[in-house]
């Protein structure tokens, strides 16, 4: 079993700052993916950023030249340093694990932490 714990979450004023991290504590695979989602408020969840096994990453056109995802693989710890945060920024923030790339992106991947919540005021 794999346990995903986020952390980061604030509030902050647009064009403020943030990083999120996550670490995943536990039995990893020996390669996965880590991604983030969000789910802003009266809307599904959805896809944000994600680092491939490869390192190679992907974004949201939403985020992209915003947000960057990166991995410490010896820590098993993914961050999403957010720059330049806007009111539509504002959701909780998942972090989610799995073997499957493909999957991750569709949003199913096995293994998700509990949120952190990022508020950005105007």
């Known amino acids: 079993q794999v346990q995903l714990v986020e952390s980061g979450g604030a509030s902050v004023q647009a064009g403020g700052s943030l990083r999120l991290s996550c670490v995943a504590q536990g039995n990893t695979y020996r390669t996965y993916v880590m991604a983030w989602f969000r789910q802003r408020p009266g809307e599904e969840r959805e896809f944000v950023a994600i680092v491939y096994t490869d390192d190679e990453t992907a974004y949201a056109d939403s985020v992209n030249g915003r947000f960057t995802i990166s991995k410490e693989h010896d820590k098993s710890t993914a961050y999403l340093q957010m720059n330049n945060l806007k009111p539509e920024d504002t959701g909780m923030y998942y972090c989610?694990?799995?073997?499957?790339?493909?999957?991750?992106?569709?949003?199913?991947?096995?293994?998700w932490g509990q949120g952190t919540q990022v508020t950005v005021s105007s």
């Open positions: 989610a694990l799995d073997q499957s790339s493909t999957m991750t992106r569709k949003g199913y991947a096995t293994y």
